[in-house]
């Protein structure tokens, strides 16, 4: 009898699990069978960083016990009125959140949270939320630029030890004796020059002289064009390129010129490139989408409001590098766990005023208004980034880093 009791409480127990949520605090809730969610994708799955968010769509649906049914797709959504399309017709499905991931998908998304009241509409990555007056329109990123700082790090030690060893050509140095880092941007948003100088301070904590060029392809994808980039950025003396766009094209044109004999090295973005570059792909900078889809997806459930502006790092697990590569330095690995430390801790700050001038001059103030009154983002001795709102805002041209087109 009591083996029976038991049994019968153990399947009521799997019958709840099935049946019900998570809550970020461990609380199950039911979920609302009628519950649909929209993701608008400007990619698929064989796109980097579309991919992380389909993944992290999915731990996080799996996570609240969210069923497949409950989510409906839309891969490969240009930036322009399909988005908005794309957009009514999934509320015209019943979804009553709704996310987008790029940030040219932005205005589209403002413009149907304006027609649809009814359903959040989440613009991931976006910087309008705040000025829009809408309570249903939100915004979400994660303190990316953390990564990208431990990553240049990576790359760093990387360079220290190239230099150590006297690998280096005399076209890998400036006129002054500063080392040539390359870089290959997408677009010339706050959101990658916020990357490129978080990445660039990394390395520089570690290699004071360099100096980085910096070439944007004006495409978030582009296999060819970002090779193309990584090609010229090399022949100009370049020893180790990173990256914000979302193909393979940079780490895998740097790993055939690796494999003549010179002296190259890759640091990606979103995913791990060891696939395409074993020899020459030192680490990613990553976001781990998952915490953020856990949480609003999770108020989703449970019928509670979204915040409008959400950005978290290293501390929450939003943020990572991916698995180093068999070319990094030795002590990469302790290295980086002191440095991932010291910002979990607060004791290092990614844009530390004292580590970076701007026209020769260390900077104290920076407003930007985001449609409000100014607003001091540098205080304290560094600039607050991703705090008045989710996404980067760090646009400042430093010393040390050329723009080329």
């Known amino acids: 009898m009591k083996k029976l009791l038991a049994l019968i409480l153990s399947l009521a127990m799997i019958l709840c699990l099935v049946a019900c949520g998570k809550s970020a605090t461990g609380e199950k809730t039911a979920v609302n069978p009628d519950l649909k969610v929209g993701v608008i994708l400007v990619g698929d799955e064989n796109e980097g960083y579309t991919f992380a968010h389909i993944d992290g769509i999915k731990k996080a649906a799996k996570e609240l016990g969210i069923k497949d049914d409950q989510i409906i797709w839309k891969y490969s959504i240009g930036e322009d009125q399909t988005c908005y399309d794309a957009a009514a017709e999934l509320v015209d499905s019943g979804c009553k959140y709704v996310f987008s991931n790029s940030y040219g998908h932005q205005s589209y998304i403002e413009q149907a949270a304006k027609d649809f009241p009814n359903v959040t509409f989440v613009a991931m990555t976006g910087d309008t939320a705040a000025k829009s007056g809408l309570n249903n329109f939100c915004n979400a990123f994660t303190n990316v630029y953390e990564s990208r700082y431990v990553s240049g790090v990576v790359a760093g030690m990387k360079l220290a030890e190239l230099i150590k060893d006297n690998k280096l050509a005399s076209n890998n140095f400036d006129a002054k004796k500063n080392v040539k880092l390359g870089y290959v941007g997408a677009y010339p948003y706050s959101e990658v020059v916020s990357g490129y100088t978080a990445f660039y301070?990394?390395?520089?904590?570690?290699?004071?002289?360099?100096?980085?060029?910096?070439?944007?392809?004006?495409?978030?994808?582009?296999?060819?064009?970002?090779?193309?980039a990584a090609k010229s950025l090399i022949a100009g003396g370049c020893v180790i390129i990173g990256q914000h766009a979302d193909s393979t094209g940079a780490p895998a044109?740097?790993?055939?010129?690796?494999?003549?004999?010179?002296?190259?090295?890759?640091?990606g973005y979103n995913v791990d490139m060891l696939s395409v570059a074993p020899d020459a792909a030192l680490t990613s900078a990553t976001n781990n989408w998952a915490v953020y889809?856990?949480?609003a997806l999770g108020a989703a459930v449970k019928g509670e409001k979204i915040a409008q502006n959400w950005s978290k790092g290293y501390a929450e697990g939003a943020v990572a590098i991916t698995k180093l590569g068999s070319s990094c330095a030795d002590g990469t690995q302790k290295k980086v766990d002191e440095v991932i430390k010291a910002i979990k801790d607060g004791t290092l700050h990614v844009f530390d005023t004292s580590t970076w001038t701007a026209g020769g001059k260390t900077l104290t103030s920076y407003t930007k208004s985001y449609g409000f009154e100014g607003n001091e983002l540098i205080k304290d001795g560094y600039f607050h980034e991703s705090e008045l709102r989710s996404a980067p805002a760090f646009d400042i041209r430093i010393d040390g880093i050329t723009e080329l087109n």
């Open 293 to 295: 889809y856990t949480y």
């Open 253 to 267: 044109a740097i790993q055939a010129i690796n494999k003549t004999g010179k002296p190259c090295y890759s640091v």
């Open 201 to 228: 301070l990394g390395v520089k904590s570690i290699v004071p002289n360099v100096v980085m060029d910096v070439t944007y392809t004006n495409s978030w994808f582009n296999i060819t064009a970002e090779g193309e």
